[in-house]
């Protein structure tokens, strides 16, 4: 499995506060990556890290197998593309210009890519108009468009969506999901919208405090939000066999001794009244209907 | 490095105040000659171009200074608030470079100010005023002294400007410090002239009496003034400088400990 990046430990302290504890984190190529957390969960801090804004205070990283005290990072940050927080852009200039601005930086005299990175982010129509009279969804398109001069294999985006309107974050979505689908680019994209992220992301990291709680690939997720009922019976030995023969159902999984969990939409009164047939006691009846919200909050400890 | 070069010039030939303070500075030339002019009919023939030019180091009040520091600071500071000084790490410009493509690009505006003082002096003071009998290598050494004074402001500026990462704070330290420094200047100067007193002897005279600092004083206030650019740009705009060549030799150690302190300081500074 080849890994885009991989933290191992990583730490940043401010004034003896560890705003990132000890992360390690996994993207693998191909990945939309989600990363969830609180405000001041340290996600943003992360990906300053991973970007080189900010120094560390422990652990490191590993970008592209580019290992960050090593010469070669700044080769690897080269294919990488990233807004932290608010899209880079030069407000006096029009896009071309900001396009423009960049390419030379990075080396790209062929202006002939800036048209068409325009017209990949549907900005191709704005002329001569300055960035400062964009709307925030036409400035977002444009920090990406930003973010992809280089043709990077890698974009890290922090809270893209933040502050647009239903239209512009669908647009953004869209053109996120082309990204990874046409280009293969592999994205790392904090939000807190996440119902917007669950339908995005193939994977995600949740951090909170600092720590990064859990990393879940998105069929993992679904594994674990999907909608069930969960019994609480005196013994499940004979569980299986009053569910398929007595009930006809088949999408179950006995978790314990004592627990079973069903998938399926069931009549909670015949299940009660098979289970008293068959010699079970039903003490405990829990409906499970999770977001990655609910699953979040949950893993979290509550909106608290 | 030449990549980020190419994209700072892209830049700088579009930033509107550069074209407005070359605008100023040329005016400031323009104005200089007049009035020098104006002298040269009431007094005689020693107030020529020699006088411009000495008066362009700075006009007794560091002008070169604030205007260095309101170019460098504004460039600078502009690429901070906009969030591209972000995206030139994000990518992989490298620290060490980006500065030094900043404190060149700084450079070169701040030099074409000063150029566009002096081009007018040199065009209308010339057919206006005469350089008198003034010597070329003189000359030549009065002018390289100001180029490399403002090549020092631009380091210096660059640096604060580089590690402050504000376009305020460095206006206020680049104006403000190049006053302070300017003024604790002068107050050497008077100090060092030594002081007027009434003479015993006549009622209506004055007589100086040197300076009465310790040597080890003294001398501690002459390096200082020699060797802060605002102190140059004092001393050569009364006409009292001579010593170009160690003006010259001061500002370029400005030009190298601000660069290499502020690029090697820059790797260390984390980014918002």
Redesign the interface.
Do not use: P, Q
């Given at each position: 499995m080849e890994y885009v990046l991989r933290t191992y430990g990583l730490t940043k302290r401010y004034k003896d506060v560890s705003v990132v504890n000890n992360v390690s984190m996994n993207i693998r190529r191909g990945e939309i990556y989600g990363f969830v957390g609180r405000n001041g969960a340290g996600k943003t801090t992360v990906m300053r890290l991973i970007c080189g804004l900010i120094g560390k205070d422990g652990g490191t990283y590993e970008l592209f197998g580019k290992s960050d005290g090593s010469a070669a990072i700044n080769g690897a940050r080269r294919r990488t593309g990233a807004i932290i927080e608010t899209p880079s852009v030069y407000p006096e200039m029009t896009a071309y210009q900001n396009l423009k601005e960049q390419c030379l930086a990075l080396g790209i005299s062929d202006e002939k890519v800036i048209p068409s990175l325009l017209a990949y982010v549907g900005l191709e129509n704005t002329g001569k108009k300055k960035a400062r009279n964009f709307s925030l969804g036409m400035r977002q398109r444009l920090g990406i468009a930003m973010a992809l001069v280089g043709s990077p294999d890698f974009i890290i985006l922090d809270e893209p969506v933040n502050g647009l309107d239903p239209q512009g974050i669908v647009e953004i979505r869209e053109l996120l999901l082309r990204l990874n689908r046409e280009k293969s680019i592999t994205i790392l994209i904090s939000s807190h919208i996440l119902g917007e992220l669950s339908k995005l992301a193939t994977c995600y990291g949740f951090i909170e405090k600092g720590n990064l709680l859990k990393e879940i690939s998105a069929a993992e997720l679904e594994e674990a939000c999907r909608k069930s009922v969960r019994l609480s019976v005196s013994d499940t030995e004979k569980v299986p066999y009053i569910l398929e023969r007595g009930l006809g159902l088949t999408d179950f999984k006995i978790l314990s001794d004592t627990e079973v969990e069903i998938y399926t939409d069931v009549k909670i009164g015949e299940v009660a009244l098979a289970l008293h047939a068959g010699g079970i006691e039903l003490f405990r009846v829990r409906e499970k209907d999770e977001d990655l919200e609910g699953y979040f909050l949950n893993l979290v400890g509550g909106v608290g | 490095m030449f990549?980020?070069l190419?994209?700072d010039f892209?830049?700088a030939f579009?930033f509107k105040i550069f074209y407005l303070l070359i605008s100023v500075n040329a005016l400031v030339g323009l104005i200089s000659v007049l009035n020098m002019y104006s002298y040269r009919m009431a007094f005689g023939v020693q107030y020529n171009a020699v006088r411009v030019l000495e008066q362009g180091m700075g006009g007794g009040f560091s002008f070169l200074g604030i205007l260095s520091a309101i170019i460098v600071a504004i460039f600078i500071g502009?690429e901070y608030s906009?969030?591209?000084m972000?995206?030139?790490?994000?990518?992989?410009?490298?620290r060490s470079k980006i500065y030094l493509s900043k404190f060149i690009v700084s450079a070169v505006m701040c030099v074409a100010v000063y150029f566009s003082y002096h081009a007018v002096n040199f065009i209308l003071g010339s057919v206006l005023l005469g350089w008198g009998d003034a010597v070329f290598s003189d000359v030549l050494m009065l002018f390289l002294a100001g180029l490399f004074l403002t090549l020092a402001y631009c380091g210096i500026f660059t640096f604060i400007s580089m590690l402050s990462k504000s376009t305020v704070l460095s206006l206020i330290f680049g104006i403000l410090g190049s006053l302070a420094v300017l003024m604790a200047v002068m107050i050497l100067l008077g100090g060092l002239q030594g002081e007027y007193i009434a003479d015993p002897n006549d009622p209506n005279g004055a007589i100086l009496v040197p300076c009465r600092w310790p040597a080890w004083l003294q001398w501690l206030a002459r390096a200082f003034i020699n060797v802060m650019p605002s102190g140059q740009s004092a001393i050569i705009s009364m006409g009292e400088g001579s010593r170009y060549g160690l003006y010259i030799a001061l500002s370029a150690v400005w030009v190298v400990l601000s660069g290499a302190g502020g690029a090697l300081l820059f790797r260390?500074v984390?980014?918002?």
């Open positions: - | 990549k980020l190419r994209a892209y830049r579009r502009h906009s969030g591209a972000r995206n030139k790490i994000m990518v992989g410009c490298g260390k984390d980014l918002k």
